[in-house]
Every structure is written in C-alpha cells, then in structure tokens.
C-alpha cells in the first residue's frame, strides 16, 4: 500500500486522530464518463462546439489534460463565464462531473465549465501544505491555473471578467488557495467540505476581496467542520474559523445574517469591501459530500437533497464578477 507524506489528503493523514479507515478512499475511486479525445488545441483557429471533450496542454514541464463542457447555448460571438471545478484527492475530472452535476448547471444556465485533472498516481492538488503527492512535489499548481485560463481564452469566447473557482475536498483547499494566489483572476470562489491549514491560511495574501461560498456538513469525517489537527501535526482550521478569517479580510459586517430551513443553516456576510460577500451553508448532520448531487460512495457519506450546491453557486458567482 502506497503511504503519504504530512502534506497527504485530510482523510488519509487523519486516520488516526479521527480513526477513518483508508478504504473509504480507495473505494472513492470508482466510476468514470466517457469523453471525446482531442489533441490539445495549441493554435487551433477552428470553432469549437458544444459538448464534452478532453485536451491537454503542457506547463512545467508536465503534461496537464482536463475536461471541458461547452453548454448547447454556447454563442462564439458574446464573452460566456467559465467555471472551474476541481476534484477531490483520488478523484479525477470525470469523478467531479458526476458528483457536482455541474454539467447540468451549465446546461440550464448558460456557463462553460472545466474540469482539470491534479497530478500523480492518487490525483491531487497542491494547496500549500496540502496534498498527497502535488504538495510533496511541489507542482505549480496555481501557475497550470493560470495558463489553463490563458490557453481556454485563445480558444473559447470567456468573460475574463467572470472566471469562477469551485472544489471538491482536496479541490476546495486549491480554490483557497486560488483565492489566495491568483484574485487577478479568479472573480469568486465556492469552495466544498474542506477547509484551509492554519499555516496556508495566515500566509494568505489577496490582492482585494475575493467572494467566498462553501458548503460542510456538520458530520463530515474525512473534513471535520471542528478542524483539527492530523498526525503530521497540521492544523486544519474549522468551518467558522475559516468563514470568520475570509468575512475579516473583505471587511464584512458582523454578525452575519442567519436564516434556517430543515437541516440547512445559511450564514450571509454582506455587504463587503468591493460589493464582495461571505456566505456559509452549514449542514447539519451532512456528510463528507457535494449537497444535490451524488456520493463519492456510500461509505464516505451521502449527500443532502435540500439543497443543491451547483445551482447555489451559479447563483452566487453571478452576481460577483470582478470588480
């Protein structure tokens, strides 16, 4: 069995402080969707239609592919918004298009959606010092961001002004880290059941307000809403501390306004600095899972149907361009 370094996936370095058996992760590995193969579109001049297919493009030194949906709507004449939507540790692009049915969204609300592929045998991304094999190697993570953004425009008709980040677990850290990194670029962020470590977050350095929405469940064992620290002895900020630092930073007020419905808690920070916004989902008793869509497998945990995540994103990234 392969073993994982300090800076490994939440789930698998908290084995032993929240007793999650490494099952629960392999299991996680299962499913796939067919796409269509393409060669990467270095130069490409033709259009590019609707629908789903994969490409690939080559930063570091290391060859990066992704996933891309082009909604039916799609008009090559009018700048579209773009989402990207990273996977969790383990997971793949095809993994985070069945969980999230962001695909669907896109469809129904006029958006293209990109769905990248992390690094090594366990696909991961490098949030900081989170995880598995991306953060022990160190990939540049944000800067194959950056030039995935730069390669989609020289194909695809995107709104550079509404460029929108959302993950998975592992994904959610990297879209923290975006928000981090690369606010230039990146309009708002929906980050789902993960957090930051206390390390990553206190050397966060935004370049303005960056709109932040996410999504935990009370009951998530792999991502603890509590935090925590791992055996490696990283902390792992918790869901209020984490939403509490991001309202701060954007100089929201506080406290936020709270409504309840069922067995979801919405916390709204606004109005912020720059017409940004904080907004918290809460879940209680939810899982380590993508709210409306569907489980990773049952042993990780199911999601909540109150609510569904991919709409409320869509929701919230439009009404937050860059300012």
């Known amino acids: 069995m392969q073993s994982f370094d300090s800076r490994d996936y939440p789930g698998r370095l908290n084995r032993i402080v ?63 918004p773009l989402v990207l939507a990273f996977h969790g540790i383990g997971l793949d692009a095809a993994e985070m298009v069945r969980i999230s049915g962001l695909s669907e969204q896109a469809d129904t609300s006029g958006f ?5 592929n992390g ?55 990297m879209v923290y880290r975006l928000a981090c990194e690369l606010s230039d670029r990146i309009a708002a962020i929906g980050p789902v059941a993960a957090t930051q470590i206390l390390e990553d977050q206190e050397a966060c350095h935004p370049g303005r307000s960056v709109p932040v929405i996410h999504f935990h469940g009370t009951a998530d064992r792999l991502n603890p809403y509590d935090g925590g620290t791992n055996s ?13 630092y991001w309202a701060e930073k954007n100089a929201c007020p506080n406290p936020p306004q ?10 709204v920070y606004a109005p912020c600095a720059q017409d940004s916004a904080i907004e918290l989902y809460t879940i209680v008793d939810g899982e380590h899972a993508w709210p409306g869509g569907e489980a990773v497998s049952p042993q990780i945990g199911e999601p909540t149907m109150e609510i569904s995540a991919s709409l409320l994103l869509w929701e919230f990234f439009a009404a937050h361009p860059l300012p």
């Not at 629908?51 to 996933?67: C, F, H, K, N, W």
């Not at 709270?258 to 916390?267: A, F, K, N, P, V």
Request: aromatic share 8%.
């Open 18 to 80: 929240f007793t999650i058996p490494i099952f629960l992760l392999i299991l996680a590995c299962g499913g796939t969707m067919p796409t269509q193969p393409a060669p990467a579109p270095v130069g490409q001049t033709e259009p590019i239609g609707p629908g789903d297919v994969t490409r690939s493009l080559v930063q570091a030194g290391i060859e990066r592919t992704y996933l891309l949906h082009i909604p039916p709507g799609y008009d090559a004449a009018r700048p579209t």
């Open 112 to 116: 293209i959606v990109v769905y990248p």
């Open 119 to 173: 690094t090594g045998e366990n696909k991961s991304w490098n949030g900081g010092h989170c995880c598995g094999e991306a953060a022990k190697n160190n990939v540049d993570d944000v800067g194959f961001v950056r030039a995935l953004i730069d390669e989609l425009s020289g194909y695809i008709n995107i709104d550079p002004q509404r460029v929108y980040a959302t993950g998975f677990s592992n994904g959610a850290i």
């Open 232 to 244: 490696a002895g990283f902390e792992y900020v918790s869901v209020e501390d984490a939403i509490r």
């Open 258 to 267: 709270r409504t309840e419905t069922g067995t979801i808690q919405r916390d």
